[in-house]
């Protein structure tokens, strides 16, 4: 049945090509663009893509190229108190955030749901690489999309659950080659632009990151020392901002072996590093844990985590079930296990939920 769909529209070839399946099936879509970042020259690692100029611009080519409105909306005050100030926090505190899944979260599927009923839309269209599906219950879920390199359902573990049954994946079923082809195939403006970078507000190139923080908070950079597996000092940082858990490179040190960073102490500003072994982790407590509509968790249930976007996966039992706080443990170590990330977990490829990692336990005592 032929439905009034809003398309979210990044000018990328993701976006293009669902907006043009919507088209085919005969739906009334209309084109949304938010506005979340500028780019003027603000000096090293400000650059990067979220809906800069030139991709508003390629959005809007496409959608008068398959003839439906297409409408931008400036919410750059939102994303920078949402999501880039509570970034560069996260770092100075000795986090590693995942600022997508936080957009998601509190900016892109909120202010989409609040346009849909302002434009009379009854669904919601993205160009992610995910799947929605229906429980036994009728209940919508939200499950990995058939390309497990580019599957995106990890950043929509958080969707409000009033929106869960109104969105729709036309990618879900395709992996990017496909989707790529056929935007060339079609001649969508933007179908041979490269692929966008995984945090879209901070430049690629090497020190990016770090430069970007300093950029915005130089005065709140702490430099301090790096220990190793036995307490000794082995040399400094220059904030925490610069380093992640699992750095290896970069840490300006020299132990005759390989070391990673394995832990970072926010109050004393110290980095401590260690074996590769050490990084393996055993247990991680959660919170702000969001699940899915319908989902409940007990003690001991089985399932699947990824602790990062990259990760495939691994096997987890649920050992603590508390309000919006959860324990895994973990049968079989899990490398890198940092907290301020996102653990989602999984059943099968359905999405139950998932939280912030407040804590993990290496499963190495002592370097042992």
């Known amino acids: 049945?032929?439905?009034?769909?809003?398309?979210?529209?990044?000018?990328?070839?993701?976006?293009?090509?669902?907006?043009?399946?919507?088209?085919?099936?005969?739906?009334?879509?209309?084109?949304?663009?938010?506005?979340?970042?500028?780019?003027?020259?603000?000096?090293?690692?400000?650059?990067?893509?979220?809906?800069?100029?030139?991709?508003?611009?390629?959005?809007?080519?496409?959608?008068?190229?398959?003839?439906?409105?297409?409408?931008?909306?400036?919410?750059?005050?939102?994303?920078?108190?949402?999501?880039?100030?509570?970034?560069?926090?996260?770092?100075?505190?000795?986090?590693?955030?995942?600022?997508?899944?936080?957009?998601?979260?509190?900016?892109?599927?909120?202010?989409?749901?609040?346009?849909?009923?302002?434009?009379n839309a009854t669904k919601i269209a993205t160009g992610h690489y995910a799947k929605s599906g229906v429980d036994s219950e009728g209940r919508a879920f939200i499950a990995?999309?058939?390309?497990?390199?580019?599957?995106?359902?990890?950043?929509?573990?958080?969707?409000?659950?009033?929106?869960?049954?109104?969105?729709?994946?036309?990618?879900?079923?395709?992996?990017?080659?496909?989707?790529?082809?056929?935007?060339?195939?079609?001649?969508l403006p933007g179908a041979t632009k490269g692929e966008s970078q995984e945090l879209c507000f901070v430049g690629s190139r090497p020190g990016a990151y770090a430069e970007f923080i300093e950029l915005r908070a130089k005065d709140r950079i702490r430099p301090g020392n790096i220990l190793d597996e036995n307490g000794e000092v082995v040399g400094q940082h220059q904030g925490l901002h610069t380093v992640t858990v699992g750095k290896r490179k970069g840490l300006g040190i020299s132990l005759g072996k390989p070391v990673f960073v394995t832990s970072i102490d926010p109050i004393s500003a110290t980095v401590h590093v260690g074996s590769q072994e050490a990084l393996g982790c055993s247990r991680a407590s959660l919170d702000d844990v969001v699940l899915g509509p319908g989902v409940a968790l007990s003690v001991g249930q089985e399932v699947r985590v990824r602790v990062r976007y990259r990760h495939q996966g691994a096997a987890a039992i649920v050992s603590k079930v508390d309000g919006n706080r959860m324990g895994l443990s973990f049968p079989e170590p899990v490398r890198a296990v940092a907290k301020g990330q996102v653990a989602v977990l999984y059943e099968g490829e359905r999405v139950l939920g998932g939280g912030r990692i407040a804590r993990s336990e290496s499963a190495v005592i002592n370097g042992g």
Request: charged content about 30%; glycine content about 8%.
């Open 144 to 187: 990995e999309g058939k390309d497990k390199q580019k599957d995106q359902s990890y950043f929509l573990y958080a969707t409000p659950h009033e929106l869960v049954n109104k969105l729709v994946f036309p990618l879900g079923d395709s992996v990017k080659a496909e989707v790529r082809a056929e935007a060339v195939t079609r001649d």
């Open 1 to 119: 049945m032929a439905e009034r769909v809003i398309v979210a529209m990044s000018g990328g070839v993701d976006s293009g090509v669902a907006a043009a399946r919507l088209v085919d099936a005969g739906h009334e879509v209309v084109g949304v663009t938010l506005h979340l970042w500028d780019y003027p020259d603000e000096g090293p690692g400000s650059h990067g893509r979220c809906c800069a100029p030139e991709d508003q611009y390629d959005a809007r080519r496409t959608a008068d190229a398959l003839g439906f409105a297409h409408y931008t909306f400036d919410r750059r005050d939102l994303f920078r108190e949402s999501i880039v100030e509570p970034f560069v926090d996260a770092y100075l505190a000795g986090e590693t955030p995942s600022p997508c899944t936080a957009c998601n979260r509190t900016v892109k599927l909120r202010e989409l749901l609040a346009i849909a009923r302002r434009l």
